[in-house]
């Protein structure tokens, strides 16, 4: 069974509009750390947020926001009025108790044309 | 500063070459990982490091060998590879032991492409 689960393969908007990106995950223990990466596609993966499983508050960071419920196991992820330069894939993913290994969802990918 | 260097940025190599990624951080993180990633799939964990010593092989086989010379420095031997081994190879590293709790940062990636 999937650990991480990004429904949308793919989203295409036009610019200025907002979107939001879905992550479902599962786990049974009860500390555990949550994180958003965006590749574009040069290829690096950068580190957009890291959510701790004690912290439900909703956080926002500029155009960026996310969304994440223990009550529904998702971390949503929101980008308010897109622009062509949030054109990537942005992973979900978990890391559980144990050693720093990431669970990726497979991906969501965003298109954004002006 | 959360650069993670890697070299080099492509590279081509022929079955029976025997070449080398290199990857660099100078943060003082004390973990570092490699990745490879197929196109339009996540990446897929290798190897992990700890305080130089190899702590996690996810059962990589042993035509990828790692090497970690220093706490700043992972390399990734390549010999007798298969054309399935072309990938984006990417390496990250963290400031902990390489606990969950930790954020992994990433390098830009090598494009490798075997022939």
């Known amino acids: 069974a999937q650990k991480v689960t990004q429904a949308q393969t793919e989203i295409s908007v036009v610019e200025k509009e907002d979107v939001t990106l879905d992550c479902v995950y599962e786990?049974?223990?009860?500390?555990?750390?949550l994180f958003w990466y965006k590749q574009p596609p040069s290829g690096e993966l950068v580190f957009l947020i890291r959510r701790n499983s004690f912290d439900e508050q909703n956080e926002i960071s500029g155009r960026y926001s996310w969304n994440f419920q223990k009550s529904t196991s998702s971390f949503n992820f929101t980008i308010t009025a897109s622009q062509v330069v949030d054109s990537a894939v942005y992973f979900c993913?978990?890391?559980?108790?144990?050693?720093?290994?990431?669970?990726f969802g497979k991906g969501t990918m965003l298109l954004v044309s002006p | 500063d959360t650069e993670v260097t890697q070299t080099p940025k492509h590279l081509v190599m022929g079955m029976t070459n025997k070449k080398s990624l290199k990857c660099e951080q100078h943060m003082g993180h004390r973990a570092m990982y490699w990745y490879k990633q197929k196109a339009k799939k996540p990446p897929e964990l290798m190897f992990v490091?700890?305080?130089?010593?190899?702590?996690i092989n996810e059962s990589v086989p042993s035509r990828f060998s790692p090497e970690c010379p220093n706490s700043s420095l992972l390399n990734l031997h390549l010999h007798a590879l298969q054309p399935e081994d072309s990938a984006l190879y990417l390496c990250?590293?963290?400031?902990?032991?390489?606990?969950?709790?930790?954020?992994?940062?990433f390098g830009p990636g090598t494009r490798l492409t075997v022939l």
């Open positions: 786990t049974r223990d009860t500390t555990y750390y």
């Open positions: 490091y700890s305080y130089e010593k190899l702590s």
């Open positions: 990250a590293s963290s400031q902990g032991a390489g606990r969950y709790t930790d954020t992994q940062y």
């Open positions: 993913a978990l890391s559980e108790g144990g050693y720093s290994t990431l669970t």
